[in-house]
């Protein structure tokens, strides 16, 4: 992220190469990411900078309990907010895309994975309280 600038950006699709998988990912540009194209990279993208950017919108928007989870196999305490990474939100994004039935091939395209294994098996995460209607009709006695 810290390496697009608007030359990434043409007919509205963000296009970059990701350097994990060096997988070319095309996707359409949120109209709000101008914003942030613009911005000098030293004080939107640093990856410290937006991390706690992150954990303080959560904290602005209520995701105050208390949680406890294992972090690098120790088990920690606090706010939820607390433990919001930019990975955690990588994940999210393909949720809810796969939420909205995108197929996983295209998710694991805009993710930049270099296989939908990965986006399926890691990043794709659904959230069993919320099971859509077909899926319950499934389990129902007949």
Same mark, same amino acid.
């Given at each position: 992220?810290? !390496?697009?600038? !608007? =030359?990434? *950006?043409?007919n =509205? *699709? %963000? &296009?970059?190469?990701? $350097? $994990?998988? +060096?997988t070319?990912?095309?996707?359409? !540009?949120?109209?709000? %990411?101008?914003k942030y194209i613009y911005?000098?990279?030293?004080?939107?993208r640093h990856s410290v900078v937006v991390n706690r950017t992150i954990k303080q919108?959560?904290?602005n928007i209520g995701m105050v309990e208390e949680v406890q989870l294992f972090v690098n196999g120790k088990l920690k305490k606090g706010h939820k907010y607390e433990f919001v990474t930019? +990975? &955690?939100?990588?994940?999210?994004?393909?949720?809810? %895309?796969?939420?909205?039935?995108?197929p996983t091939e295209v998710i694991s395209k805009l993710a930049g994975h270099s296989n939908s294994n990965i986006t399926s098996n890691r990043y794709i995460c659904i959230d069993t309280k919320r099971v859509g209607e077909a899926a319950m009709r499934f389990f129902e006695a007949k």
């Amino acid at each position: 992220a810290i !390496a697009i600038d !608007a =030359g990434n *950006i043409s007919n =509205g *699709i %963000l &296009t970059y190469v990701s $350097k $994990k998988t +060096h997988t070319e990912v095309k996707q359409p !540009a949120h109209a709000l %990411l101008w914003k942030y194209i613009y911005e000098p990279p030293t004080k939107i993208r640093h990856s410290v900078v937006v991390n706690r950017t992150i954990k303080q919108i959560c904290q602005n928007i209520g995701m105050v309990e208390e949680v406890q989870l294992f972090v690098n196999g120790k088990l920690k305490k606090g706010h939820k907010y607390e433990f919001v990474t930019e +990975h &955690t939100w990588r994940r999210t994004y393909c949720t809810i %895309l796969a939420e909205m039935n995108v197929p996983t091939e295209v998710i694991s395209k805009l993710a930049g994975h270099s296989n939908s294994n990965i986006t399926s098996n890691r990043y794709i995460c659904i959230d069993t309280k919320r099971v859509g209607e077909a899926a319950m009709r499934f389990f129902e006695a007949k």
